[in-house]
């Protein structure tokens, strides 16, 4: 991440302030913010942030320009400060700093109904009773022209969520398009998105945009939870350092030229400060690690951009100026911040009663020391035969080396997911494991171990337990998982899944208080040592075999 804000060149350069007929429209974009609040770490929360915010809304106050404040969309979901009054925090907070609009992402939907229980228990339940009241408290709207009710086959028509926006800076009319990527659903709990389906990027995006430019509409943004990722950000025309598989890269692309001026991306939780096809792209990885930023030199007459300012992801770190102007958070953002924090407090420093010796980190995906150990509890913990866990995107966090707490563990596995067993045989089991083979993320593995030999183009799977007993697609076989995997989630079960779905009990404990208290009875110490598998992995690949075909993850 680049901490110094270094001009770049896009259409043009701008100069330190716009010409007499020209005036600034500042973009600052953010994404994937999960809860983030206050500082931690790398992350320097929503208060942070609102003092840079502040900052560059003073410089546009000075020389007569305007600040839009758009979000692509995981707003709430991520900490326990935000988790416990499912994401009310985030809302209020971004009430506070004035944001303009958000689309929404595939972990707006995570909390279900409102109250303790994270999927409908009757058909009496709303699925997206929490995501429609955090709706109703935004004093900004909810952005989705891609969503879709499938009991009607039109937009969703929920309080305070629209398709698009039009808001007016200097009387010049501005349009922000909401957006959400074709694998979003797949990505939260299926059982609160079974009545929704996501339309094609492309073709919602024109609709909107001609409607927008019909309406006299100057300057486009979309706002996408959606997302590609780039590793330099020197020249914003070079993608070589891209992706170019990127799901956002292939929508600009096939817009047509002219329709949309910018795209606040998001969902993949990298960097982008790009064009494609003429179109500006930006975002900042995750978790208030960044801010995104565009600065759009617009003619006071025609209302048209003239030129455009493309600055690489900018760290929220804490620094006495910005823009010329000495940062101060805003004050009723940290109200919100530290009224959140306090509720948390207790919880969040509660000690399990372990302490680690090492960290425990995600390297070595998906065979690394806290996969294992995360899987391992699992399975030491119920009657299963096999554990499967969704290691990427379903561990958020490291765990420092030391006295372990409560906030430790939430900010690994913050999701509200239950444990679920379910009978397969060998045979269902094996298509499972085949499916993986496509696949960059693989699963964590627990309780059995996977060798692939190749013969040319066809893999051959064998799967033994870990006594080295082989499984034979005649086996029946214990499988247990999360149920945002039974449900659907990351399409992991989906080979296999039956009409109708899987039961869920919702009596079953949550997979992060089964971790939590597989340690605890544990106690004493462990060290990452003791976990490492890659002298004798899990996922076993013979040399001979082909190379197997990658996939982005997303989050």
Known sequence: MIRALTLLLATALLTSCAAPDEFIITMIGTNDVHGQLIRSENRGGLVTLSGYVNAVRDARKQDGGGVLLIDAGDMWQGTLESNLSEGAAVVSAFNALGYTAA?????????????????????QDDPVEALKR?????????????????????????????????????????GIIGIMASNALRRTIAANVRELRVAPLVPAIREEATKLRDAGVKLIIVTA??????????????????????????????????????INAGHVHEGLAHIVNGISITSSYSSTRAFSRVDFSVNRSSGAAISRRIYPPHAV????EYEGEVIQTDAQVAVIADRATQMAKDQKEAKIGIRLETPFTRRGHPESALGNLFTHALLESSDADVVFHNIAGGLRQDLPA??????????????????????????????????????????????????????????????????????????????????????????????????GGYVIDESLPLARD???????????????????????????FLEDCVAIETSVATH
């Open 402 to 499: 030391g006295e372990l707490t409560f906030g430790d563990i939430y900010q690994l596995s913050p999701f509200e997911n239950r444990l679920v067993i379910l009978p397969l045989s060998g045979a269902e089991l094996r298509r499972v494991i085949a499916a993986q083979l496509h696949r960059k993320y693989h699963i964590g593995i627990a309780g059995m171990r996977v060798t692939i030999s190749c013969d040319g183009n066809e893999n051959t799977i064998a799967m033994h337990f870990i006594d080295g007993r082989e499984i034979s697609d005649s086996d029946t076989v214990k499988l247990a998982v999360n149920d945002y995997i039974a449900t659907g989630g990351d399409e992991i079960l989906t080979p296999i899944i039956p009409e």
């Open 134 to 174: 955090r709706a109703a408290e935004a004093n900004f709207p909810l952005l989705a022209a891609n969503l879709i009710d499938t009991n009607t086959g039109a937009l969703v028509d929920w309080p305070n969520v629209y398709p698009s926006v039009v808001v007016k800076i200097n009387g010049v009319k501005i």
């Open 103 to 123: 689309a929404i992402g595939n972990h707006e939907f995570d909390f279900g109904p409102l109250g303790p229980q994270a999927i409908p228990s009757s058909d």
């Open 514 to 540: 089964v971790f939590i208290k597989w340690l605890v009875n544990r106690g004493g110490s462990i060290n990452a040592s003791d976990f490492e598998t890659s002298d004798d992995p899990t996922w076993g």
């Open 225 to 262: 939870h959606a997302g590609g990722r780039c590793a330099e950000f020197n020249d914003p025309n070079d993608l070589t350092s891209c992706d170019p598989a990127a799901e956002i890269f292939a929508v600009a692309r096939a817009l047509p030229a002219g329709f949309v001026d910018h």
């Open 317 to 320: 770190i804490a620094e006495a």
